[in-house]
């Protein structure tokens, strides 16, 4: 396990060494979040506890490829075991810009460490690719595609095919996604306009659970949610969010969940 984290730190490190020498500039945004519940893909990760979620996102020197390091910390005792921090390797580029079926993409490759758990067998490695279409929809509605595949970052790890809770944390998701920014009059008296960002996902989950646990294969949950940001000044932003789930399928998760979040944004 202690192997596999130097590892990562030696790719980001080394990454970022490599481009750094390239035209451009280092930028980025800290990020510090609370959480009323902490949903992940439709499972609830901390109960019905809330959760603190900081992350450090760097975009490296303008070469399209960034990273990000993310930690989801309950605010309860009890949930030590599933704390997490999340590496992840990024590329993102454009596909036929002048085009109406213009084409953002990002590929990733992300690992997600249990730190209390010291033998690393319930570590996790997952690859996906984000495709997103923002000119397609004349309305304003912007679709995105996101396909996932998941495994265990220990080989014979007891969260794959041995589990003893019967099922595996290996496998498939497929997220499909829509977004819309909708402008509305002012919150503030010094802001003319407002942009509440709506947010939607509908999640067909191949069978994996984070964990081992018995999932059925099937459309596991439906998020809907809006957001908007209140610009602080100093290149802060206040993000309040408040976001619905419709749990389709109980093996994922037996409630529909309802929870709020708040963030602050420093972008350099």
Known sequence: MKKEIVLIAAVLFSTAALVQAQEGELHGAVDLTYQSKYVWRGFNVFGDKSAIQASVDLDLYGTNFGCNLTGHRANSSGYENFERWDYTLYYHNKLFQDETYATDYMVAWRYYNYPDNSSGDIDLQEAHALLSWPEICPAGFIPRYCLVKLWPSESGSWIGSR?????????????????????????????????????????????????????????????????????????????????????MEETVNDDDQLWATVGVKYKF
């Open 163 to 247: 589990s003893p809770l019967g099922g595996t944390a290996s496998g498939w998701a497929h997220i499909l996604m829509v977004d819309y920014p909708m402008t509305i009059p002012g919150i503030l008296p010094e802001t003319p306009e407002q942009v509440l960002n709506w947010h939607s996902e509908l999640v067909f989950n191949d069978g994996v659970h984070p964990v081992g646990g018995d999932v059925d294969h099937d459309w596991s949950n439906f998020v809907l949610g809006a957001s908007t940001d209140f610009d602080l000044g100093n290149n802060m932003t206040l993000t309040p969010g408040l976001f619905y789930q419709v749990s």
